[in-house]
Nanobody
Framework: EVQLVESGGGLVQPGGSLRLSCAAS????????MSWVRQAPGKGLEWVSA????????YYGESIEGRFTISRDIAKNTVYLQMNSLKPEDTAVYYC??????????????????WGKGTLVTVSS
């Protein structure tokens, strides 16, 4: 069974930095992508960043503004999110998500997504 375990959250002052980690295990997919998605108090889900595993292609949400960096360690099957210049608006539960395509027939594929339980980031003075 796919397992995603986030860590690294905590309390930090505005302008500070944190590094989140997501350790993945329990699967043998040929290729997949991993993403960070966050949910601020009282708000909906917001996509933050994504990285493809084999090709290493990286994408960021518009609200990040160059402050965050996503990376991966293939040997450890772990994805990281380095967060700098943190703002109070960054306060949220940060979730790790794994996405992969499963072929159901010659013509069709199905998107499969797996979620971690999240880690809380609080930015406050």
């Amino acid at each position: 069974e796919v397992q995603l375990v986030e860590s690294g959250g905590g309390l930090v002052q505005p302008g500070g930095s944190l590094r989140l980690s997501c350790a993945a295990s329990g699967f043998t997919f040929d290729d997949y992508s991993m993403s960070w998605v966050r949910q601020a108090p009282g708000k909906g889900l917001e996509w933050v960043s994504a990285i493809s595993w084999n090709g290493g292609r990286i994408y960021y949400g518009e609200s990040i503004e160059g402050r965050f960096t996503i990376s991966r360690d293939i040997a450890k099957n772990t994805v990281y999110l380095q967060m700098n210049s943190l703002k109070p608006e960054d306060t949220a539960v940060y979730y790790c998500k794994l996405s992969t395509l499963s072929r159901t027939s010659y013509y069709f594929q199905r998107l499969m997504e797996y979620w971690g339980k999240g880690t809380l980031v609080t930015v406050s003075s």
